[in-house]
């Protein structure tokens, strides 16, 4: 038996990156996938191909996590198509790093709306259908960098530490209706993100990692597939630190 056989997931940002790597490895553990992009239509549209060819129903959605509206028309979407929705991963984000002094306004509120705004959008969103069926696991993607700060990135760390407040919050509200949440904080995972850090930043990174090594899509997504499964049914309002030690 396949650990996440029959289950619905939603997955937000998941045409690239760390939301593929889930989408895939969901797929192969027998999970329905719907997922959603912002813009890249022909890698979503690819994976939507490749999640079906493994034998489970998979749809993409194109939905801007950041707006409140795009998420209520789009889980009522996925629940008329997939009927249920059993895991809501909240993965989608974004970077506009810079110094405070060179931060702009613009850029501080994009990335909280982005990467924390959605989150409420989507939990409320999908709030009803879990409150309904008694069931449903939530798994918020945070990071390293919400738990300890990093320089150049105070609207990112501000969103990701955010993050962890607002899901040990649903873990208390939502908890004595069997809905979990949970929050994983990658380290340093190698995706078009990271590609963007120059090789000096990368290397600094690399070397203050106790297993000398950045982290792969996968090793998130096993994470995800633990804690979207009843393997973890009595964990709730944790904080998984999935960074190879970094946090140590
Ligand atoms: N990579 C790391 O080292 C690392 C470490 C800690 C935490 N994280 C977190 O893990 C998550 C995924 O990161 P990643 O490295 O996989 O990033 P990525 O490679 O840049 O991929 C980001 C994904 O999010 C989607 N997206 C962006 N804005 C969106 C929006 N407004 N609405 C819906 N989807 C949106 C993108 O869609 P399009 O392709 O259509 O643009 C893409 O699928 C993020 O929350 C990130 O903060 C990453």
């Known amino acids: 038996m396949k650990l996440l056989e029959g289950k619905n997931a939603i997955i937000t940002g998941a045409s690239r990156g760390i939301g593929r790597g889930i989408a895939k490895v969901f797929a192969e ?9 912002s813009s890249s239509v022909e890698a979503a549209e690819e994976l939507e191909q490749e999640l079906t060819k493994l034998g489970v129903k998979a749809k993409a959605y ?13 889980i009522s979407k996925v629940t008329e198509d997939f009927s249920s929705i059993d895991i809501l991963i ?26 924390l705004k959605s989150i409420f959008n989507m939990t409320k969103a999908v709030q009803r259908t879990m409150l309904k069926q008694r069931y449903g696991s939530i798994i918020n993607m945070s990071s390293v960098v919400g738990v300890k700060g990093n320089a150049g990135q105070s609207n990112y ?38 590609a963007k850090l120059d090789e000096k930043t990368v290397q600094g990174w690399r070397e203050n990692i106790p297993l000398k090594r950045g982290g792969s899509p996968e090793d998130i997504a096993n994470a995800c597939v633990f804690l979207g499964s009843d ?18």
Do not use: H, W
């Open 29 to 37: 553990n027998g999970a329905n996938v719907a997922f959603t992009y």
């Open 62 to 74: 194109k939905s801007n996590a950041a707006s409140f509206e795009e998420a209520q028309d789009l």
């Open 90 to 115: 909240n993965n989608a984000g974004i970077t506009k790093d810079n110094l405070l002094m060179r931060m702009s306004e613009e850029d501080f509120d994009k990335v909280i709306e982005v990467n």
């Open 157 to 194: 760390a501000a969103s990701k530490a955010g993050i962890i407040g607002f899901s040990k919050s649903m873990a208390l509200e939502l908890g004595s209706r069997n809905i979990r949440t949970n929050v994983i904080a990658p380290g340093f995972i190698e995706t078009e993100m990271t």
């Open 231 to 248: 393997l973890s049914g009595y964990i709730t309002g944790q904080v998984i630190n999935v960074d190879g030690g970094m946090l140590t």
